[in-house]
């Protein structure tokens, strides 16, 4: 599962029209555009996963230098900060 925060909308192209087109169709063509976009291009090599113990989610590394640890800085990434912060500080008094 890719983070919430971590992907952008995918074009969906050609736009819906008519009534046989629902938006469950249109979920899926968006879908489907998505993943093609992202197999087909130089996405899969940046798929990571979040690095924070116990999420196990994926997400789209989209960072320039390739380095992104968390699916969420504010979630995993603050959780990992503070736990370090914590066991530094133990250690010193």
């Known amino acids: 599962m890719l983070a919430a ?7 969906c192209f050609p736009p819906a029209l008519g009534a046989q087109h629902g938006p469950a169709r249109r979920s899926a063509r968006c879908a489907g555009a998505g993943a ?9 090599g940046r798929i990571r996963r979040c ?13 320039r230098s390739g380095s ?3 699916c969420s800085s504010r979630d995993c990434g603050n959780r990992d900060r503070a736990r ?4 530094r500080t133990r250690q010193r008094g």
């Open 5 to 11: 925060g971590a992907r952008r909308a995918a074009p």
């Open 36 to 44: 093609e976009e992202l197999l087909g291009g130089d996405g899969l």
């Open 68 to 70: 992104r640890r968390w």
């Open 51 to 63: 690095a924070g113990p116990g999420c196990g989610w994926f997400f789209v590394d989209r960072s």
């Open 84 to 87: 370090r912060h914590y066991a």
